[in-house]
């Protein structure tokens, strides 16, 4: 397996950058999810604003893929709906288990369209689908 | 590196002649579980091919030889950890059965209110979790032994938690995390002077040094079968005959029984009163392999040549500014068992990353969550070391650990 594939540049960038890393003040929405079999460990925080997501940040542990995919899952949410942060979660999973393929519908997922080798490195799919559980658990 | 007859052992691996990712297998993760040898492969297919029966049922060939196989593994374990009889070995599933049978049979019928059950915080979730159920029932308290920052149980840690009050201390004898080979004969005679029973957990450290249940006066000791080259679901659990005898049995059912009513039943003798069902022949089998596999390279062999491994491990990891130890970092206070973690590298990556260059190696909690949350880490990457490996090995894990550094964006 080709490891440049998994740690690309873009999710080792944003496991070391710590924009998205940081506790809001009062979110509307606080969220842990956790790995318990390898213990990521993650906390969501939402700001809501008539149904939109105007800040989104996280706190907590774990390895580059989870912290990675939960950076960039916030980036691409914010400022959309309830609903479209949901539907992206739904691509983002269907993305994962190669149910979903067609690049037009891939290309939503912007940056997070990185992880769509995860699958090859079975033990981490986990640690990508994390955050993205963790938020629909915060918003469904 | 010593007088053992080195390239002979590793031929007797087929699992060592893989290939992962494109690499030569370098097999670290044997505290997890280990490879096994050709004779114990052989021994479990020919008994197979040419013995297998239900023991201890009806008078036929296969059903004699079946139990003759099963007695002979018996003898074998009894021989291997120097227990007065076969009436105190029992099998189980593995080391974790054992100590639900500890706790559910002996915990729960001389553990009373108000008393005390002293547990090391480095334990295993397999050596805790039955003595909070203990204790949550019997309304006993549950106590922590703590570990010093170099992973060693100080004496004065021992004097200060077990005390009167003390019905059990259950311990490892080897730390699956930190490594530590603790003192067990000495905490074990200190608890005898305090009236109380110790439960030597053995999982970690009977595959790599000398066991013997006599000379330690444990009360309990259990271990696996798969953690010493053996089979998975085979487990052993050692008792004190008295004890055994005037412990009610954990599983009820065949082949533990002397005569069942209607209402009621008397049970068979020790070791079958625990051994309730057909038991794991196969696994018995390779059980004795795996034992005799050991002996003929001699146990104290063993603990020779992994000291000196595990002493030119440690000395190159403490080499490098960016790794940290967790447990004793000489490898006299250890067993072959390191572990570490990368500076800003999470252990799920060092293993995954590992991994692509052929390297197994564990990283996670490993089922010891109230030591990493003692020792403030969420997770520890570890190499745990058998007799198979080599100090090439230990150099393709230290080449492995500077490419894990070079992915993740920092100069090795």
Same mark, same amino acid.
């Given at each position: 397996?080709?490891?440049?594939?998994?740690?690309t540049?873009?999710?080792?960038?944003h496991?070391?950058?710590?924009?998205?890393?940081r506790?809001?003040?009062?979110?509307?929405?606080?969220q842990?999810?956790?790995?318990?079999?390898c213990?990521?460990?993650?906390?969501?925080?939402?700001?809501?604003?008539?149904?939109?997501?105007?800040?989104?940040?996280?706190?907590?542990?774990?390895?580059?893929?989870?912290?990675?995919?939960?950076?960039?899952?916030?980036?691409?949410?914010?400022?959309?709906?309830?609903?479209?942060?949901?539907?992206?979660?739904?691509?983002?999973?269907?993305?994962?288990?190669?149910?979903?393929?067609d690049e037009?519908?891939?290309?939503?997922?912007?940056?997070?369209?990185?992880?769509?080798?995860?699958?090859?490195?079975?033990?981490?799919?986990?640690?990508?689908?994390?955050?993205?559980?963790?938020?629909?658990?915060?918003?469904? | 590196?010593?007088?053992?007859?080195?390239?002979?052992?590793?031929?007797?691996?087929?699992?060592?002649?893989?290939?992962?990712?494109?690499?030569?297998?370098?097999?670290?993760?044997n505290?997890?579980?280990? %490879?096994?040898?050709?004779?114990?492969?052989?021994?479990?297919?020919?008994?197979?091919?040419?013995?297998?029966?239900?023991?201890?049922?009806?008078a036929?060939?296969?059903?004699?030889k079946?139990?003759?196989?099963?007695?002979?593994?018996?003898?074998?374990?009894r021989?291997?950890?120097?227990?007065?009889?076969?009436?105190?070995?029992?099998?189980?599933?593995?080391?974790?059965?054992?100590?639900?049978?500890?706790?559910?049979?002996?915990?729960?019928?001389?553990?009373?209110?108000?008393?005390?059950?002293?547990?090391?915080?480095?334990?295993?979730?397999?050596?805790?979790?039955?003595?909070?159920?203990?204790?949550?029932?019997?309304?006993?308290?549950?106590?922590?032994?703590?570990?010093?920052?170099?992973?060693r149980?100080?004496?004065?840690?021992?004097?200060?938690k077990?005390?009167?009050?003390?019905?059990?201390?259950?311990? &490892?004898h080897?730390?699956n995390?930190?490594?530590?080979?603790?003192?067990?004969?000495?905490?074990?005679?200190?608890?005898?002077?305090?009236?109380?029973?110790?439960?030597?957990?053995?999982?970690?450290?009977?595959?790599?040094?000398?066991?013997?249940?006599?000379?330690?006066?444990?009360?309990?000791?259990?271990?696996?079968?798969?953690?010493?080259?053996?089979?998975?679901?085979?487990?052993?659990?050692?008792?004190?005959?008295?004890?055994l005898?005037?412990?009610?049995p954990?599983?009820?059912?065949?082949?533990?029984?002397?005569?069942?009513?209607?209402?009621?039943a008397t049970?068979?003798?020790?070791?079958?009163?625990?051994?309730?069902?057909?038991?794991?022949?196969?696994?018995?089998?390779?059980?004795?392999?795996?034992?005799?596999?050991?002996?003929?390279?001699?146990?104290?062999?063993?603990?020779?040549?992994?000291?000196i491994?595990?002493?030119?491990?440690?000395?190159?990891?403490l080499?490098?500014?960016?790794?940290?130890? %967790?447990?004793?970092?000489?490898?006299?206070?250890?067993?072959?068992?390191?572990?570490?973690?990368?500076?800003?590298?999470?252990?799920?990556?060092?293993?995954?990353?590992?991994?692509?260059?052929?390297? &197994?190696?564990?990283?996670?909690?490993?089922?010891a969550?109230?030591?990493?949350?003692?020792?403030?880490i969420p997770?520890?990457?570890? &190499?745990?070391?058998y007799?198979?490996?080599?100090?090439?090995?230990?150099?393709?894990?230290?080449?492995?650990?500077?490419?894990?550094?070079?992915?993740l964006?920092?100069?090795?």
């Amino acid at each position: 397996m080709d490891l440049s594939t998994i740690y690309t540049q873009l999710i080792m960038e944003h496991n070391k950058s710590a924009h998205n890393r940081r506790e809001l003040e009062s979110p509307d929405l606080r969220q842990r999810g956790h790995n318990p079999s390898c213990g990521d460990d993650i906390t969501l925080d939402i700001k809501l604003e008539g149904g939109i997501i105007r800040d989104a940040s996280f706190h907590g542990h774990g390895c580059a893929i989870s912290q990675a995919s939960t950076s960039i899952m916030i980036d691409l949410i914010k400022e959309k709906t309830v609903g479209d942060a949901l539907n992206l979660v739904n691509t983002f999973i269907g993305m994962i288990k190669k149910e979903i393929s067609d690049e037009e519908i891939l290309e939503k997922l912007e940056d997070a369209i990185a992880f769509q080798n995860i699958s090859n490195m079975p033990a981490r799919v986990k640690c990508a689908v994390l955050a993205w559980h963790t938020l629909r658990e915060a918003i469904a | 590196m010593s007088d053992l007859n080195h390239s002979k052992i590793i031929k007797d691996f087929p699992t060592l002649d893989l290939k992962v990712n494109n690499h030569r297998l370098v097999y670290l993760d044997n505290g997890a579980t280990t %490879q096994r040898p050709l004779q114990v492969i052989n021994a479990m297919r020919s008994y197979a091919e040419g013995s297998h029966g239900n023991p201890h049922r009806g008078a036929h060939f296969l059903s004699t030889k079946a139990t003759e196989e099963y007695e002979l593994a018996k003898e074998a374990v009894r021989n291997f950890i120097n227990a007065k009889s076969t009436e105190e070995i029992i099998f189980t599933k593995n080391a974790t059965e054992s100590l639900n049978l500890i706790a559910n049979s002996y915990g729960m019928e001389n553990v009373h209110k108000e008393n005390e059950i002293v547990l090391l915080i480095s334990e295993h979730h397999s050596n805790i979790l039955p003595w909070q159920r203990v204790a949550r029932v019997k309304e006993a308290v549950l106590k922590y032994m703590y570990v010093d920052d170099q992973g060693r149980l100080p004496l004065e840690e021992i004097e200060r938690k077990i005390s009167d009050k003390t019905r059990i201390v259950a311990m &490892a004898h080897m730390s699956n995390v930190l490594g530590t080979i603790f003192p067990v004969k000495e905490i074990i005679d200190y608890a005898h002077s305090k009236g109380a029973l110790v439960v030597i957990d053995g999982a970690q450290s009977t595959p790599h040094i000398k066991v013997d249940v006599k000379e330690l006066d444990a009360d309990f000791f259990v271990f696996s079968a798969h953690k010493l080259m053996g089979p998975m679901g085979i487990g052993v659990l050692y008792g004190k005959k008295d004890l055994l005898e005037s412990m009610p049995p954990f599983l009820l059912g065949g082949d533990m029984i002397e005569y069942v009513y209607e209402q009621e039943a008397t049970f068979a003798p020790l070791p079958f009163k625990f051994e309730a069902g057909t038991q794991n022949v196969d696994g018995a089998v390779g059980l004795r392999a795996a034992i005799e596999y050991i002996n003929k390279i001699g146990i104290e062999n063993i603990t020779a040549y992994e000291r000196i491994l595990t002493g030119y491990a440690l000395e190159k990891l403490l080499s490098i500014p960016y790794i940290r130890i %967790q447990g004793p970092k000489i490898a006299e206070d250890k067993g072959g068992l390191i572990s570490f973690t990368i500076d800003d590298v999470h252990p799920h990556d060092t293993a995954s990353i590992l991994d692509t260059y052929g390297i &197994a190696t564990r990283a996670g909690h490993h089922c010891a969550q109230p030591l990493m949350r003692y020792l403030d880490i969420p997770a520890t990457s570890r &190499a745990s070391f058998y007799i198979y490996n080599t100090k090439d090995d230990v150099d393709q894990l230290l080449e492995g650990i500077k490419n894990v550094r070079k992915w993740l964006g920092y100069g090795s």
